[in-house]
């Protein structure tokens, strides 16, 4: 089980790599992680979305999200037929912060990525989808 413990290793070095980033703009680890979750990942434009994909609560993203859209980070823009549908777009101001954070996650993948050929990396990222599906089905059979 030693291996379940060394992703620790990782999550704490890309902690401290984004916690300049935080520290710099005055952001708390979840404001930040929505941020670039909203800049790399287009698709999903809600509140629900980040909550189902980052596996967040809702309340600690609802908090999040309400201090990104004061600090003008964000807007929220209503779905004028279905009023409950409430889109998420990154404002200008946003967008150094993005770049800080863009430069910082590619720090973190060049450096975790060392040293491994292509074909390690393809191997490593097919296992792991495996290993997540297994967790999501696992996590799907006990709720």
Known sequence: MHFWDQHKTITRYYEIL??????????????YDILMFLHNNPQYRTAADIVRVRKSTKSHVSTSLKTLEDRGFIAKKTDPVNKKHIELDLLEPANEIVRDGLLAQRQFTEQMLRGLTPEDIAVCKRVFQQVCSNAEACIKQKG
């Open 18 to 31: 984004m916690s300049s980033v935080c520290e710099k703009y005055q952001l708390k680890h979840l404001e």
